[in-house]
Structures are given as C-alpha cells and as structure tokens.
C-alpha cells in the first residue's frame, strides 16, 4: 500500500507552518514542509520536531518554474503523485487542493463595478480571460485609472479575486475533463491571523487560522463536496 502525501507551500512560518503542524497530527501519512529558502525551511522542520512532530521538508519556490518541476518530478518518483496540496493549484495531482485566499476577496468583489462582478462570476469566465482582467487591473493601476475603470482601490484584493476565482475555473475544468479522479479543489479564507503580514493585533492565532485549510485537505474519501467553492469558517460563502 502507497503511502500517503500532504505538501504544504511556504509553510516555513505563519499560517503554512499551523497548517504542516495540525496535518503531523491528523494525516496519515507523510507532511512536507515546504520553503523558498532551504535554511529556513529545515529550521521550522527542527521547530516541529521539537514538539514532537516529523514533518518532512522538500525546497520549493512556486514563482521558479523548475523548482516546481523538479519537486513535481521528485512527488511523482517517490510517492505516484500528492494526495493533499495546500495553496498551490499550478500542480493538480490527485487528491485535495486547498488555495489560501480571502475574505477580501469577497469585499473587493463587491466594490468591483457591476460588469467587472458579472465577468467575475461568469461559471463561464475562461483562464486566459481572468489572466487578461489581472493584468488590465495592473495596466490601469499604473496608471491611476482603476477606480474610474471600475476597480476597487486594493491591489490585495484583486489578487485575492483571482486567486478564488482561478481556483473555481481549475475544478470546473477538473471536473469536465477527469469526472472520476476525486479530486476536490477549493479556495478558502484562514480567517484575520496574526502573522508577520496581518499583525499582531488581529483575532486568530495561526493555529486557528489552519483550521479552515486542514478541513477542506481532510475531506474524506469519496467527498463529493464543497467543490468549485469558496470557503470560510468550513463553510460555504456565496461568491
């Protein structure tokens, strides 16, 4: 019998880290903290075995194209694939995907001009379509022209509206063209949590912030659902 594998991007500190350590103690199977940085990632390994948890660490950069090839080469060689991937949907093996975005996203949908919404809840909205509207965003933002084109003045935001929507079109179209290989992708927001980015005053711990993402990455065998969906508190939220 294979064993099982979670990967967890950029999980060297914050929510990553909360989400590698929750998954060390309901996975059954191998948990690889992943990083950037070799140094700092094996030093969050060496944190985690301190308490007594052996995660395992592989480097992984998501913004260097052969990084991600050579740990997608290394997952395929030694295990046949991921069966749970956390936060990054660029390599769909099967299994769970779970894609860290925000509630902001949400918020900023909503301040998005009446045809910018529709475009974005289009079930149809194609991946080079969503490319093209970031990408206009940026244009127009460099500009200074966004708010009068119908953006909302958030560039965070916006890269959350493109993080939950792009992850809507992957498991449509996981859903279309491999109907019988169980995977379930979704997008899902921690919660307000203190990390180096949100700060110290914000309301959740990272721990608490990892139990969205480590629910949606324990979906049991045979789930159907939440699928396509974005997430919050493990529930549904309407888009």
């Not at 989400?19 to 309901?26: P, Y």
């Not at 149809?124 to 244009?139: A, G, K, P, S, Y």
């Not at 700060?199 to 969205?212: I, L």
Request: proline letters at 5%.
């Amino acid at each position: 019998m294979s064993i099982r594998v979670a990967v967890v991007t950029g999980s060297n500190k914050g929510i990553g880290l909360a989400i590698v350590r929750a998954l060390c103690k309901q996975f059954e199977g191998d948990v690889y903290l992943t990083a950037r940085n070799v140094g700092r990632g094996e030093a969050a390994v060496k944190a985690l075995n301190s308490e007594g948890l052996k995660p395992l660490f592989h480097q992984l950069d998501i913004d260097d194209l052969d990084s991600i090839k050579t740990a997608a080469e290394f997952f395929k060689q030694k295990y046949g694939g991921v069966d749970v991937l956390i936060n990054n949907a660029g390599i769909a093996f099967k299994g769970r995907v779970v894609n860290v975005s925000s509630m902001v996203s949400v918020s900023a949908l909503s301040k998005c001009s009446p045809d910018l919404q529709q475009r974005f809840r289009n079930e149809n909205i194609t991946e080079e379509e969503l490319v093209e509207l970031m990408q206009r965003f940026v244009d127009e933002a460099k500009k200074g022209e966004h708010k009068e084109r119908g953006w909302p003045d958030t560039a965070y935001g916006v890269s959350k509206i493109g993080v939950t929507v792009l992850s809507m079109i992957h498991a449509r179209r996981l859903t279309k063209e491999r109907p019988n290989d169980g995977i379930l992708l979704n997008a899902c927001c921690p919660g307000w949590v203190r990390t180096d980015m949100a700060g110290p005053k914000a309301p959740k711990s990272p721990d608490e912030g990892a139990v969205t993402p480590v629910y949606l990455a324990l979906l049991p065998s045979g789930a159907k659902e939440p699928h396509g969906q974005f997430v919050s508190e493990k529930t549904v939220q309407k888009w």
